[in-house]
């Protein structure tokens, strides 16, 4: 875990700040399950593992908390949460309603063939993912195709809004690859989203987005029965660890 840990920090941007860097490695563990739900998180620890002092790594756990991935319990110690359903069915209500008007707004105008070339190139990327079955790359040119989509339009505010609901529902979406959702099918999706914007087919557009946003609705109950124990309200209580 803490090999990890540090593999994660060493992909951050040197140029960002310490705390920066520690949101990114912390949420991006926590997404990927390497901190578990009810796991504890030591201040002290993670501090020393990075080598860092405490204070970014205490701001680091109060972003987390905003983001609805830990819980901060006074006298007690920090934890990460177990997903939530309904912060799960609500953050995918925002992004598919966002993510929509997006790809609306991307097929009304004539997008850049350099930018219909980058999108395209990306869902290439991704089917080179699925014989690899590398499912962490997978996931990481998804959050690529999304992001540059709707910079592309504009919208980069949009995706900024996205990003920041989107934390519980991404704990899904990555549990959700490769079982309960398909890379060939997710990547079918996005291509079909492409096309409608590259024939300028706003009604194409809005579907295959919201076709591709709603697919989360159909693993979720999956997920739940498989991994109780990742739920809120779910199963029983594991124990808290210590990291």
């Given at each position: 875990?803490?090999?990890?840990?540090?593999?994660?920090?060493?992909?951050?941007?040197?140029?960002?700040?310490?705390?920066?860097?520690?949101?990114?490695?912390?949420?991006?563990?926590?997404?990927?399950?390497?901190?578990?739900p009810?796991?504890?998180?030591?201040?002290?620890?993670?501090?020393?593992?990075?080598?860092?002092?405490?204070?970014?790594?205490?701001?680091?756990?109060?972003?987390?908390?905003?983001?609805?991935?830990?819980?901060?319990?006074?006298?007690?110690?920090?934890?990460?949460?177990?997903?939530?359903?309904?912060?799960?069915?609500?953050?995918?209500?925002?992004?598919?309603?966002?993510?929509?008007?997006?790809?609306?707004?991307?097929?009304?105008?004539?997008?850049?063939?350099?930018?219909?070339?980058?999108?395209n190139?990306?869902?290439?990327?991704?089917?080179?993912?699925?014989?690899?079955?590398?499912?962490?790359?997978?996931?990481?040119?998804?959050?690529?195709?999304?992001?540059?989509l709707?910079?592309?339009?504009?919208?980069?505010?949009?995706w900024?809004?996205?990003?920041?609901?989107?934390?519980?529902?991404?704990?899904?979406?990555?549990?959700?690859?490769?079982?309960?959702?398909?890379?060939?099918?997710?990547?079918?999706?996005?291509?079909?989203?492409?096309?409608?914007?590259?024939?300028?087919?706003?009604?194409?557009?809005?579907?295959?987005?919201?076709?591709?946003?709603?697919?989360?609705?159909?693993?979720?109950?999956?997920?739940?029965?498989?991994?109780?124990?990742?739920?809120?309200?779910?199963?029983?209580d594991?124990?808290?660890?210590?990291?």
């Amino acid at each position: 875990m803490h090999t990890t840990l540090q593999s994660l920090w060493q992909e951050t941007r040197d140029g960002e700040s310490v705390r920066q860097r520690l949101f990114h490695v912390l949420r991006q563990s926590i997404i990927q399950m390497v901190l578990a739900p009810g796991q504890a998180l030591s201040e002290k620890e993670i501090a020393n593992l990075f080598t860092v002092s405490r204070q970014p790594v205490r701001e680091a756990f109060i972003r987390l908390s905003e983001s609805g991935l830990v819980e901060v319990r006074p006298q007690r110690g920090t934890y990460v949460v177990r997903i939530s359903r309904q912060a799960v069915l609500e953050a995918r209500f925002i992004r598919e309603s966002l993510e929509v008007a997006i790809a609306l707004e991307a097929a009304k105008r004539t997008l850049p063939s350099s930018i219909l070339m980058e999108l395209n190139e990306l869902i290439e990327r991704q089917r080179s993912c699925i014989e690899r079955q590398d499912h962490d790359r997978f996931f990481f040119l998804d959050e690529m195709f999304h992001r540059t989509l709707a910079i592309s339009t504009g919208q980069t505010m949009a995706w900024n809004v996205i990003e920041d609901v989107k934390a519980q529902l991404d704990r899904v979406r990555y549990l959700s690859i490769p079982d309960s959702t398909p890379i060939p099918k997710l990547a079918d999706q996005h291509q079909a989203i492409v096309d409608a914007i590259s024939a300028g087919d706003t009604e194409a557009a809005e579907q295959a987005m919201s076709i591709h946003q709603r697919e989360i609705l159909h693993s979720l109950p999956e997920l739940e029965r498989r991994f109780p124990e990742l739920f809120e309200n779910v199963g029983i209580d594991a124990h808290a660890l210590s990291i």
